[in-house]
């Protein structure tokens, strides 16, 4: 899926997208706004290998509603399990 931009989640120190990571909410919002120039129909993912990791998942279910991606448009998986919002 081109359209899938995966925001990974492996500690409480950030958010990873792409090999960078973003150590706050407004990083997480600037980086994926910069995104969605390109890809205006992409889908966050937010994957997390932990729910112990809520710090850093928090920060990118908060910087991605605040970039206005939510409803179909964005999902959280943690451990390969959904969460429901």
Same mark, same amino acid.
């Given at each position: 899926?081109?359209?899938l931009?995966?925001? !990974?989640?492996?500690?409480?120190?950030?958010?990873?997208?792409?090999?960078?990571?973003?150590?706050?909410?407004?990083?997480v919002?600037?980086?994926?706004?910069?995104?969605?120039?390109?890809?205006?129909?992409?889908i966050?993912?937010?994957?997390?290998?932990?729910?112990?990791?809520?710090?850093?998942i928090?920060?990118?279910?908060y910087?991605?509603? !605040?970039?206005?991606?939510?409803?179909?448009r964005?999902?959280?998986?943690?451990?390969g399990?959904p969460?429901?919002?």
């Amino acid at each position: 899926m081109e359209n899938l931009v995966i925001l !990974r989640i492996v500690d409480n120190d950030g958010v990873d997208l792409n090999g960078v990571k973003l150590r706050s909410a407004s990083e997480v919002t600037q980086a994926l706004e910069k995104i969605a120039a390109d890809k205006a129909d992409m889908i966050i993912s937010v994957e997390a290998t932990d729910s112990k990791w809520y710090e850093s998942i928090g920060m990118a279910i908060y910087g991605s509603q !605040r970039g206005g991606f939510l409803d179909g448009r964005f999902r959280v998986l943690i451990d390969g399990q959904p969460l429901e919002l």
